[in-house]
T-cell receptor, first 112, second 112 residues
């Protein structure tokens, strides 16, 4: 029972490089979310999706893009990485908007 | 402007005693609130929730209290156990139900 799986777990990038973080869930959830966690600030919502083929902006969307081509996958892209994007990224999913979200174990991303 | 605040970054209690974690919010449009627990190198896990129309919800050793007039909620853990040592986040859900707004977290340490 994998739940929410994030790939990779760690990554170091140079400024200006691009990369994609992958989130996969096996619970048939409609809703998926990407958060970033920075010290003392809790988790902040980057983008979310309410179903396959849909995406929407969260609280801190600038510098990120997302895609939800398949129901089970939610991709987070950084087109041109900046040091300010150094953070721990969490993906989450939920069955509906009123159900608690299930989180992956995070991706620690460092941008030099 | 942080809509959800956890003003105590850390809390230390003795095993068997009560742990009280506090959370204040400014957004009157939150429909319900959740508490998540997070261990190092893991994603947050859902603990307990409370609807904005209630003032108390209990689940085993965990009780959440909501004071709407004061815009304050608290999580009580009785009795506290060493395994409860973790970071606790409170979060509010907007009335569209699609966004969690997290507080900055409180690190709880339960000493044996």
């Amino acid at each position: 029972n994998a739940g929410v799986t994030q790939t990779p777990k760690f990554r170091v990038l140079k400024t200006g490089q691009s990369m994609t973080l992958l989130c996969a869930q096996d619970m048939n959830h409609e809703y998926m979310y990407w958060y970033r966690q920075d010290p003392g600030m809790g988790l902040r919502l980057i983008h979310y999706s309410v179903g396959e083929g849909t995406t929407a902006k969260g609280e801190v969307p600038d510098g990120y893009n997302v895609s939800r081509l398949k129901k089970q996958n939610f991709l987070l892209g950084l087109e041109s990485a900046a040091p300010s994007q150094t953070s721990v990224y969490f993906c989450a999913s939920s069955y509906s908007s009123v159900q608690p979200q299930h989180f992956g174990d995070g991706t620690r991303l460092s941008i030099l | 402007d942080q809509q959800v605040k956890q003003n105590s970054p850390s809390l230390s209690v003795q095993e068997g005693r009560i742990s009280i974690l506090n959370c204040d919010y400014t957004n009157s449009m939150f429909d319900y609130f959740l508490w998540y627990k997070k261990y190092p190198a893991e994603g947050p896990t859902f603990l307990i929730s409370i609807s904005s129309i209630k003032d108390k919800n209990e689940d085993g050793r965990f009780t959440v209290f909501l004071n709407k007039s004061a815009k304050h909620l608290s999580l009580h853990i009785v009795p506290s156990q060493p395994g409860d040592s973790a970071v606790y986040f409170c979060a509010g859900v907007n009335n569209a139900g699609n966004m969690l707004t997290f507080g900055g977290g409180t690190r709880l340490m339960v000493k044996p």
